[in-house]
């Protein structure tokens, strides 16, 4: 015969014992039984004591930081003959961090995230089960024999418990995040800014609690930093809060309303807040030094001193009339900066001087182009100066030929008539200027008085075959003073005279006579050359010959 029976009981000690009733009628007479009858109570079994436990109580626990004790606190009390008894679950690893203990506090736990157990226990006997508070019987599926309420089974993961008799509320021990940055002292230049990313160490805050990538929490956690600035025109100061897939930046300006560095004292503390709770590490604390403006140092000057230069130049050399400062370098670069703040950026630096207390000068530069001259004074730059170099190209000159007879027949040399160089034309605000014209190449490069045949235009020259050199000079940037010398040629050429001869037929020969004239050029004296003979000139000779005969003829007579 089996009895099973279902029964709906309260917390509390009970017991059980059980009787027999007769499903079907059992002999007859007055020992028989019939149906439903309940045998006598001596013939009760031996009563069995079992336990009911009361639900889990509502747990409240408040994150600690780092080094506290994480204390669980529950509500409502344990019903008499129980007590509750707690244990500590590392929600990361699953592993029990202490087995069951009537404390609800915990000293000094780990940096992590966890999950405080609570479980009644029954501390007094209960109808034959032995319960003391040394020796509690905790809600075990399996109670026959008790003693199998081992350790193994109590502290088992996951619990052998009912879930109905176990409570559970997560517990939080928040860190005092340290920063990555640390106190590195920066000097910065008056109107720079920029910033400086807040970020943790090596020791992260546990994923559980926050995410040091993402800076997302999915319990609540918030990572922040507070920010003190003894300048608050340098850094402003207040809390900063994690941003996701960013970390927070500390932003600072460049700000100095004095004549000296500005020597700004920045802290900033890193904390995590949870539910009420704020945890903060150590103050890192930092300096950030604005430098005052400074007057560069001024008197440059490009040597040649004319920004334009002609296409034959040697250069420009720059450098200061005025004294350099010492504790400074001077740097030349090439094309104009592209940083909107006082920087050198994005053009090429042709060299680097020290200061000397002096005058420097930079190696020459030759391409044409805008150059800058930067003053560096401790880590800050400043600019001195730009110059814009060009080179304007030379004009094209023209040889000029100039021909002229000889003087005598025969002769090599002749009279140049109003010798003038012609020169080409240049825009404004350029000039060109004959300077001299010269017997020689050199001469007129050289200029001066040596070998000078005239210093203006237009002349007289005898001269035979030659050349006339002529100093040209060329004003490129309309400034007064001519910036380039050019050397123009005039070529001098004596065209040989013919030494003619006539014969006149009829010879002698009167007027109105028909005379024939045979002219001949002398041998060397020229080529290529044609005869013209005129009416005029052909009567005349014809009188000439004719005066000449009869007059001869009449003295001859005589």
């Given at each position: 015969?089996?009895?099973?029976?279902?029964?709906?009981?309260?917390?509390?000690?009970?017991?059980?014992?059980?009787?027999?009733?007769?499903?079907?009628?059992?002999?007859?007479?007055?020992?028989?039984?019939?149906?439903?009858?309940?045998?006598?109570?001596?013939?009760?079994?031996?009563?069995?004591?079992?336990?009911?436990?009361?639900?889990?109580?509502?747990?409240?626990?408040?994150?600690?930081?780092?080094?506290?004790?994480?204390?669980?606190?529950?509500?409502?009390?344990?019903?008499?003959?129980?007590?509750?008894?707690?244990?500590?679950?590392?929600?990361?690893?699953?592993?029990?961090?202490?087995?069951?203990?009537?404390?609800?506090?915990?000293?000094?736990?780990?940096?992590?995230?966890?999950?405080?157990?609570?479980?009644?226990?029954?501390?007094?006997?209960?109808?034959?089960?032995?319960?003391?508070?040394?020796?509690?019987?905790?809600?075990?599926?399996?109670?026959?024999?008790?003693?199998?309420?081992?350790?193994?089974?109590?502290?088992?993961?996951?619990?052998?418990?009912?879930?109905?008799?176990?409570?559970?509320?997560?517990?939080?021990?928040?860190?005092?995040?340290?920063?990555?940055?640390?106190?590195?002292?920066?000097?910065?230049?008056?109107?720079?800014?920029?910033?400086?990313?807040?970020?943790?160490?090596?020791?992260?805050?546990?994923?559980?609690?926050?995410?040091?990538?993402?800076?997302?929490?999915?319990?609540?956690?918030?990572?922040?930093?507070?920010?003190?600035?003894?300048?608050?025109?340098?850094?402003?100061?207040?809390?900063?809060?994690?941003?996701?897939?960013?970390?927070?930046?500390?932003?600072?300006?460049?700000?100095?309303?004095?004549?000296?560095?500005?020597?700004?004292?920045?802290?900033?503390?890193?904390?995590?807040?949870?539910?009420?709770?704020?945890?903060?590490?150590?103050?890192?604390?930092?300096?950030?030094?604005?430098?005052?403006?400074?007057?560069?140092?001024?008197?440059?000057?490009?040597?040649?001193?004319?920004?334009?230069?002609?296409?034959?130049?040697?250069?420009?050399?720059?450098?200061?009339?005025?004294?350099?400062?010492?504790?400074?370098?001077?740097?030349?670069?090439?094309?104009?900066?592209?940083?909107?703040?006082?920087?050198?950026?994005?053009?090429?630096?042709?060299?680097?001087?020290?200061?000397?207390?002096?005058?420097?000068?930079?190696?020459?530069?030759?391409?044409?182009?805008?150059?800058?001259?930067?003053?560096?004074?401790?880590?800050?730059?400043?600019?001195?100066?730009t110059f814009n170099l060009s080179i304007i190209d030379a004009p094209t000159l023209t040889d000029v030929l100039l021909e002229t007879c000889p003087t005598?027949?025969?002769?090599?040399?002749?009279?140049?008539?109003?010798?003038?160089?012609?020169?080409?034309?240049?825009?404004?605000?350029?000039?060109?200027?004959?300077?001299?014209?010269?017997?020689?190449?050199?001469?007129?490069?050289?200029?001066?008085?040596?070998?000078?045949?005239?210093?203006?235009?237009?002349?007289?020259?005898?001269?035979?075959?030659?050349?006339?050199?002529?100093?040209?000079?060329?004003?490129?940037?309309?400034?007064?003073?001519?910036?380039?010398?050019?050397?123009?040629?005039?070529?001098?050429?004596?065209?040989?005279?013919?030494?003619?001869?006539?014969?006149?037929?009829?010879?002698?020969?009167?007027?109105?006579?028909?005379?024939?004239?045979?002219?001949?050029?002398?041998?060397?004296?020229?080529?290529?050359?044609?005869?013209?003979?005129?009416?005029?000139?052909?009567?005349?000779?014809?009188?000439?010959?004719?005066?000449?005969?009869?007059?001869?003829?009449?003295?001859?007579?005589?």
């Amino acid at each position: 015969m089996q009895i099973f029976r279902r029964l709906i009981l309260f917390q509390g000690c009970h017991s059980i014992r059980a009787r027999v009733r007769a499903t079907t009628a059992c002999g007859v007479g007055p020992d028989g039984a019939s149906v439903g009858d309940i045998a006598p109570t001596d013939c009760t079994s031996l009563g069995r004591g079992f336990i009911t436990f009361p639900a889990p109580p509502t747990l409240t626990i408040t994150p600690v930081c780092d080094g506290g004790n994480l204390t669980a606190t529950a509500s409502p009390s344990a019903p008499t003959d129980y007590e509750w008894r707690y244990r500590l679950i590392n929600t990361t690893t699953n592993a029990v961090v202490g087995g069951w203990q009537t404390s609800s506090t915990w000293v000094a736990p780990p940096v992590g995230c966890y999950s405080v157990e609570v479980v009644a226990v029954r501390i007094s006997d209960c109808f034959g089960i032995s319960a003391t508070p040394a020796t509690p019987i905790y809600p075990s599926n399996i109670q026959n024999p008790l003693n199998m309420q081992t350790p193994a089974i109590v502290d088992a993961l996951p619990t052998s418990f009912n879930a109905a008799c176990v409570g559970s509320q997560d517990a939080f021990v928040l860190p005092a995040p340290p920063m990555a940055i640390t106190p590195n002292n920066i000097t910065v230049c008056l109107g720079d800014n920029g910033k400086i990313d807040l970020q943790y160490l090596e020791q992260m805050v546990p994923a559980c609690l926050a995410d040091p990538v993402t800076g997302i929490s999915t319990v609540g956690a918030v990572v922040s930093y507070i920010v003190t600035s003894s300048d608050p025109l340098v850094v402003a100061p207040g809390t900063l809060n994690s941003l996701p897939n960013n970390a927070p930046e500390l932003m600072w300006m460049g700000e100095n309303g004095n004549n000296f560095p500005n020597v700004v004292t920045i802290g900033v503390t890193p904390q995590i807040t949870l539910d009420g709770v704020t945890c903060a590490g150590a103050e890192v604390k930092f300096s950030i030094t604005v430098q005052p403006n400074f007057a560069p140092t001024g008197g440059w000057v490009s040597s040649p001193n004319t920004a334009v230069q002609c296409a034959n130049n040697n250069g420009w050399t720059l450098s200061t009339t005025a004294n350099t400062d010492a504790a400074c370098t001077y740097e030349l670069y090439y094309n104009l900066s592209t940083s909107p703040l006082a920087a050198p950026i994005g053009n090429a630096l042709v060299q680097t001087i020290a200061g000397n207390g002096g005058p420097v000068s930079f190696q020459p530069v030759f391409i044409p182009g805008t150059y800058q001259i930067w003053q560096r004074c401790g880590g800050c730059a400043e600019l001195a100066i730009t110059f814009n170099l060009s080179i304007i190209d030379a004009p094209t000159l023209t040889d000029v030929l100039l021909e002229t007879c000889p003087t005598t027949p025969g002769g090599n040399t002749g009279t140049f008539t109003g010798i003038n160089y012609t020169l080409p034309t240049v825009p404004t605000p350029q000039t060109i200027t004959v300077l001299g014209y010269y017997d020689s190449f050199n001469n007129a490069n050289n200029g001066g008085t040596t070998g000078l045949i005239s210093a203006t235009a237009p002349f007289d020259y005898i001269s035979s075959d030659a050349a006339i050199y002529v100093r040209i000079g060329h004003n490129v940037d309309g400034l007064p003073g001519d910036d380039c010398y050019y050397v123009g040629t005039i070529e001098l050429r004596v065209v040989n005279r013919p030494i003619v001869t006539l014969t006149a037929i009829e010879n002698p020969s009167c007027i109105n006579q028909e005379v024939q004239l045979i002219s001949t050029v002398v041998a060397g004296s020229g080529v290529g050359y044609i005869h013209i003979v005129g009416k005029e000139l052909a009567l005349w000779l014809a009188y000439y010959w004719c005066y000449w005969y009869c007059y001869c003829n009449r003295n001859h007579s005589r």
